[in-house]
């Protein structure tokens, strides 16, 4: 929140950098697009698995596509914080959703950073997930440490595009004192 000197009046949109709400949409397009081409490869290329050897026909389709149904509502998620309140969608959904996702992607890039600086170091030379026959070419290597990445750069950008409005609806729902509020 910023209170603007002129007018004395706090506005969420002022604390939030201009490129942030772009990035969050085009880091949910992208990992949404990146599902699209997992079902079209029908297994064929997936990210941290050999070539050739991931999951095909059914148990290829139905994950990735949860997953692309998930970046639609990661999109609505945004759109409804980042624009004029819409009274059709209650906020404390899109909230949860806010608490839900930007937790989750953040665990699962840690969870794989903690495991790969195991691999690079020697302590555990398979990782915590035990990558043994799964992970033998490059491209499973790079591609899976290439996602890792991108989980994480998915956790900043969400979390600074909706950040200001987080703050904003716990102020509101009187969830901190007005006087404890983190600026």
């Avoid at 195991?118 to 499973?140: E, I, K, N």
């Amino acid at each position: 929140m910023v209170r603007n000197l002129d007018t004395g009046v706090h506005t969420v949109a002022s604390a939030r950098a201009a490129w942030v709400v772009p990035a969050a949409y085009v880091w949910v397009a992208g990992f949404a697009l990146i599902h699209v081409c997992a079902i079209v490869s029908n297994g064929g290329y997936g990210a941290g698995v050999d070539p050739g050897t991931g999951a095909s026909g059914f148990n290829c389709v139905w994950p990735n596509a949860v997953v692309i149904a998930i970046c639609l509502v990661a999109a609505g998620v945004i759109h409804r914080t980042t624009s004029p309140p819409r009274p059709l969608v209650p906020a404390w959904t899109v909230f949860a959703g806010a608490w839900i996702g930007m937790p989750m992607l953040v665990l699962r890039g840690a969870a794989t950073a903690v495991d790969e600086s195991l691999r690079v170091t020697g302590a555990m030379p398979y990782g915590l997930f035990d990558q043994r026959d799964d992970a033998t070419s490059a491209w499973a290597l790079w591609s899976g440490r290439g996602i890792d990445v991108y989980f994480m750069v998915g956790a900043v950008v969400l979390a600074m595009a909706l950040g200001p409005w987080m703050k904003k609806s716990r102020r509101q729902a009187g969830l901190w004192p007005r006087d404890q509020v983190p600026s």
